[in-house]
């Protein structure tokens, strides 16, 4: 299976001023397309900060997707500084230019929207059907707008030329013993089935403490053996199944 960062970029995100809706439907997005999501980052307005993260994450995964920094305004930085970690000028391109012109007309395209055509030199774009200016490609970093819809829009374009695996499903068994309660036996059965990723997540129900056991794989076959054997465990200790 494919492997994919996300590096999300701005000091809004890391003050709490903005909370970011991204990230979680990247996760799932990507899931579908059968790139597993490994790494996240948010990291701040600040060039280093973005360039070693970049730099770090594309020889890591097989892709990089960036959100945010590429509007209008001074703290939009992220074009130049993609441009610095792969040493590539930082250039107006023609083509980005050619679009904001036709969407705002000349005599209202300004220093600030054309600033949101200046990008590595050679990066293919990524389209903006929402409000035109464009994300852009470098290599196996995707970089693409903060605001949602946009994101989404950007990415719904590039998902058909991801490579990757078979989807990763999932399987959920919930029960009101507590992790403590389960936690060996629940271990034996991680060891057991090595190749599947059992998670252990807590919840409270109608002042009830309970676990859910979420199990995840590529293959159903095997998910529905760990089900089984998640099933068994949680019956053999007193407990019984609840709703998810």
């Known amino acids: 299976m ?6 999300v970029i701005g000091n809004e995100i890391l003050s709490g001023r903005t909370q970011d809706a991204n990230l979680a439907w990247l996760a799932v997005e990507l899931n ?3 790139v597993r999501l490994r790494e996240a980052r948010v990291v701040p307005d ?11 994450c594309r020889v890591a ?22 441009a610095r970690a792969f040493g ?9 230019e050619d679009l904001l012109e036709r969407q705002y007309g000349r005599e209202k395209l300004n220093a600030a929207r054309l600033r949101m055509c200046d990008m590595p030199e050679g990066s293919i774009l990524i389209p903006n059907p929402v409000s035109v200016a464009p994300g852009f490609q470098v290599e196996n970093v995707y970089v693409m707008a903060g605001v949602p819809d946009i994101m989404r829009a950007m990415f719904d374009h590039v998902k058909s030329g991801l490579k990757g695996g078979k989807p990763v499903q999932s399987v959920t ?9 389960i936690a060996k036996e629940l271990t034996d059965i991680q060891n057991h089935f090595s190749d599947v990723e059992i998670g252990s997540y807590p919840f409270v ?12 794989h590529e293959d159903t076959g095997q998910l529905a053996q760990v089900k089984d054997a998640l099933t068994k ?3 053999d200790l007193g407990g019984e199944i609840t709703a998810d």
């Open 46 to 56: 600040v060039p280093d900060a973005i360039i070693k993260a970049v730099n770090e």
């Open 205 to 216: 129900r109608d002042g009830k403490l309970g676990t859910s056991l979420v199990s995840r």
């Open 173 to 181: 068994v919930s029960t009101f013993l507590t992790e403590g309660t």
């Open 61 to 82: 995964y097989d892709y990089v997707f960036t959100t945010g920094g590429i509007g209008p305004t001074h703290d939009d930085i992220t074009s130049e500084c993609i």
């Open 32 to 34: 579908k397309t059968g």
């Open 88 to 96: 590539r000028k930082h250039v107006r391109n023609k083509q980005a």
């Open 233 to 235: 465990m949680i019956k």
């Open 2 to 7: 494919s492997t994919a960062c996300v590096i």
